[in-house]
């Protein structure tokens, strides 16, 4: 079972910068597609930005032209470079892979504050 680990978030000023990154300990090119999700409290969880195999992207509208979603495949290393931040990003950021057939993969999360 490939596992996915985030690491990267922080507690940053408005108008920051930040960049998160999800390690898989295993292939990530056996993934049709992965991506970032966050949840802020009292929220459901919503996409931010996903990238496929073929590195086709997708971003919500609330971070297009700030976020930028990339995937280094020699590292099994998926990024989420983040600018611009806003208060309104707070939430915590968690990784994802598509795994179909076999059920999603997720990461814990990791935590990401916009306040000055």
């Known amino acids: 079972q490939v596992q996915l680990v985030e690491s990267g978030g922080g507690l940053v000023q408005p108008g920051g910068s930040l960049r998160l990154s999800c390690a898989a300990s295993?292939?990530?090119?056996?993934?049709?597609?992965m991506g970032w999700y966050r949840q802020a409290p009292g929220k459901q969880r919503e996409l931010v930005a996903a990238?496929?195999?073929?590195?086709?992207?997708n971003y919500a509208d609330a971070v297009k032209g700030r976020f930028t979603i990339s995937r280094d495949n020699a590292k099994n290393t998926v990024y989420l470079q983040m600018n611009s931040l806003k208060p309104e990003d707070t939430a915590v950021y968690y990784c994802?892979?598509?795994?179909?057939?076999?059920?999603?993969?997720w990461g814990q999360g990791t935590q990401v504050t916009v306040s000055s």
């Open positions: 994802h892979a598509d795994n179909y057939p076999r059920p999603d993969l």
């Open positions: 295993g292939s990530i090119f056996r993934f049709y597609a």
């Open positions: 990238i496929t195999s073929g590195s086709s992207t």
